[in-house]
């Protein structure tokens, strides 16, 4: 079933909510100040009953008043099909043609207009409103079809006309997909007594269902649904497009309302940058200037802003630029998502526009690149877009994250990215996407690195993989350059060590000359040869000097590091691997006292040789001493 949401539109006391009690039955002042007012103060909702198969349309009723735009601002967001009511009897006013642009800045193409309120005046003041208000639709919409009809809730002529026009409009507009990331941005929340917190608002993407565990944001508060309604009817799933109410556990009515968002997945996060695509209305008052206070209306919140002009300083009526809004309170945003701006004080509406990253970092100037980015994302198609996200990500993304980076579903990013992926543009490491070019500076990182290594150390076997996972920063993709260099024969991995393909480590001539008097001074001290500081002491050079030497003896096969400062002559790791043996053999769970009598070693290399035994699977430590491992 397609689900549209209708939002009204209008001056105050133009008949909105006539209309729409004629249309549905209900009437959608829901605050006795309302009804004694006889103004709409805030949103209301009611359900059209739709002749057409397969098609469901839930109604918001907006204020008209001025004083309440913010409330109207939050009701228009989610908006699928406008219906713009104008009186008979006033035609066009200040609030009509606000609330048109509000439309249409918030990405509104489809609507219905209805001259309300027929009854009160002659066919021919009817035709010179009719005439007035097309000419108000050019100017903000420019040439749309929409039908203008006449109608009065008070006699009911045009009633049926109107809820004709209205579903056929409505089989027109776009349908929004229920296989996405679930949002729902919060219009209302109240307690039910036996029920406890219930939030209602429109479903802009994917699903929510009994049972489901949620988000709430900003605030990141958790919880889990009790149950769903729509149209005041339990369902057990609430789809994209339809007005739902759903009742939460684990959360208080204080700690959610107005503003919030309701979110499943664990990739939406709040931010307090945006960066975005921002164009001032024609007729707004005042242009903008660098570093303008703003308030900023996305989904149902408001938030204070900053605008960040990035190439100029000032934004004049009718123009549009890349922006950066640098928020006072954190929100919930994805890339497509569309905003309205309103100046700090007066409170007028300016203009709005569309995020384009929605996790933007602090910047003041946009590179050539970076605006060329930026501009793919905003008006690229599908694989530009991809790409453009990818690029930004340097520690790649999920298909999770491009779907909020990118403003697609995940379910139609699949065929775009196996397209890119088989054309050699991205590729995939462990469930992130990453651009060949940032695997090919991974690539030439790595080999820069093992070759400064080589370059340095001439002895050594390589440089350590983990040393070169926490230098590069990303394990994952440094694993799989890495499984790409060795495969195409630019590098060996040898156990933990990473080296060139022709490196043969090997001494000069002065420290061959070191190697071997070290070489002379370990062996010589049987089991409690010289530390390092102390060898290194004895040799007259630098521990630094040293440290090379012993390294590249050990992974020769001549000595055996002990300690990172101990390094004992092969040999006579041999000879204390015999003599441990002897007393563990007689005497299982020999004591340690009893092993340094065997070894004939001080307590200052007992402990250590011990240990290195027990590392290499020689013995094994119980409670009492050690015991020889199987197969040792």
Known sequence: MKSVI???????????TALVEALTGVNTDRWAEERERGIT??????????????????????PGHEDFVKNMLAGASGVDLLLAVVAADEGPMPQTLEHLWIARLLGVDRGVVVISKSDLVDDEWRELVTESVREELRNVFGDVDWPVLSASAVTGEGISELKEAIETAARATRARRDEDLFRLPIDRSFSV???????????????????????????????????????DEDVNTARAGQRAAVALVGVDR????????????????????????LRLLPDSPWPLRHWQRIRLHLGTSEAMA????????????????????????????????????????????????????????????????????????????????????????????????????????????????????????????????????????????????????????????GIGLEALRSTLGDASLVNAALGEL???????????????????????????????????????????????KELAANLGVSEDAILPILKFLADAGGLVPVTPDLYLDAGAIKEAKKRVERVLVEHPEAPPSELRDALGVSRKYLIPLLEHLDAVGFTRRTAKGRVLRQGS
């Open 6 to 16: 209708l939002g009204t539109a209008g001056h105050v006391d133009h008949g909105k």
């Open 41 to 62: 103060i805030d949103l209301g909702f009611a359900s059209l009953p739709s002749g057409v198969e397969d098609l469901e349309i839930s109604v918001v009723d907006v």
């Open 193 to 231: 007594r036996g029920v406890g917190t219930v939030v209602t608002g429109t479903v802009w993407s994917g699903n929510i269902s009994a049972g489901e565990e949620v988000r709430i944001m900003p605030g990141d508060r958790k919880a889990r649904v009790r149950g769903v309604q729509v149209h």
């Open 254 to 277: 204080s700690d959610v309302g107005r503003g919030h968002t309701l979110v499943a997945d664990s990739v939406w996060r709040e931010t307090r940058y945006l960066d975005a695509h």
């Open 306 to 461: 900053r605008v960040a002009l990035f190439d100029a300083e000032r934004l004049q009526p009718g123009d549009g630029a890349l922006v950066q809004l640098r928020l006072e309170s954190p929100v919930v945003a994805r890339t497509g998502d569309r905003f309205v701006v309103r100046f700090y004080s007066p409170v007028t509406t300016i203009g709005g526009g569309v995020i384009i990253d929605p996790w933007a970092r602090r910047r003041n100037r946009l590179t050539a690149d970076e605006t060329r980015a930026l501009n793919e994302l905003a008006g690229g198609d599908g694989r530009s877009r991809v790409i453009s996200a990818v690029e930004g990500a340097l520690n790649g993304v999920t298909e999770a994250q491009l779907a909020l980076l990118t403003g697609t579903p995940p379910s139609l990013l699949v065929k775009d990215l196996s397209t890119l992926a088989d054309d050699g543009v991205l590729r995939a490491v462990e469930g992130r996407w990453f651009s060949v070019e940032t695997m090919r500076a991974t690539r030439n990182a790595i080999l820069e690195l093992i070759a400064s290594t080589h370059a340095r150390d001439a002895g050594a076997k």
């Open 486 to 532: 060795e495969a195409d024969g630019h590098i060996r991995i040898d156990g933990a060590v990473a080296a060139l393909k022709d490196h043969v480590p090997r001494l000069d001539a002065g420290q061959e000359e070191l190697a071997a008097r070290a070489s002379a001074d370990i062996a010589a001290a049987g089991l409690m040869p010289p530390r390092l």
